[in-house]
């Protein structure tokens, strides 16, 4: 036992974490990543992180993401980040984002993107956003919206107020609001919820089977025969 205090001292921990690969991690129990901390982190192989499992995932402090790195997170399994959480969101690095992909975005629950920051938004690479769902954006703090660039916002996906409900709706309006009023750009909505695009378009293209049918401003479309055809149905005498 001396000895094995000796050599600790001598060589520290963090050259037993620096010899770690997948192989070990792939075979260490869930539950030991409970003792896990931001030093063990910095000094473990970015390679490691291909063995991670997401219940190894689950049992980390949230504290010990501090010491994740771009690198480490490019290697990490995208199903490990379906049990990652605010907590653990809100302790990474700003720059450990540059490693994340649209796979891993995708396994992410809608209510980790709650310990977002704007730094974090940031440094994210725009192709990664094509991973967000509506019920993430939804969750997004208002205030990480501010480090959304043009490049991202062209990868979130299309008709992105499907399947919400009314509060999250409104809640995806606040953000493409909030991201024009930020960067003075102009954002290309593709949605079929007619309310949403007439509420906070200033110019509107319709479209029926992928034919231009009008453009105009919201209120003159509203009483466009063609539109309320398209949208509404045709009157025909019975």
């Given at each position: ?197 007439m509420d906070i378009s200033d110019h ?35």
């Amino acid at each position: 036992q001396d000895g094995i205090r000796d050599a600790q001292e001598s060589r520290g921990l963090g050259d037993v974490y620096k010899r770690q690969n997948a192989g070990h991690m792939t075979n260490m129990p869930p539950e030991a990543m409970g003792g896990c901390n931001d030093g063990h982190m910095t000094n473990m192989p970015p390679e490691a992180m291909e063995g991670m499992s997401p219940d190894m995932m689950a049992n980390m402090p949230p504290e010990a993401m501090a010491g994740m790195s771009p690198d480490m997170m490019a290697n990490i399994p995208p199903d490990v980040m379906s049990l990652i959480s605010p907590e653990m969101m809100q302790n990474m690095p700003p720059e450990a984002m540059q490693g994340i992909t649209a796979d891993m975005v995708q396994m992410v629950p809608p209510d980790a993107v709650m310990g977002m920051s704007a730094q974090m938004v940031e440094m994210m690479p725009p192709e990664a956003m094509a991973g967000v769902s509506p019920e993430m954006m939804a969750n997004m703090p208002p205030e990480a919206m501010q480090g959304m660039g043009p490049e991202m916002m062209a990868n979130v996906p299309p008709e992105a107020m499907a399947g919400m409900s009314p509060d999250e709706k409104q809640d995806m309006t606040r953000f493409i609001l909030q991201a024009k009023e930020a960067y003075g750009m102009t954002v290309v909505l593709i949605e079929h919820d007619l309310g949403v695009v007439m509420d906070i378009s200033d110019h509107v293209i319709v479209l029926d089977y992928g034919r231009k049918i009008a453009e105009g401003i919201p209120e003159d479309l509203k009483r466009h025969q063609k539109v309320i055809d398209a949208y509404v149905g045709k009157y025909t005498d019975i």
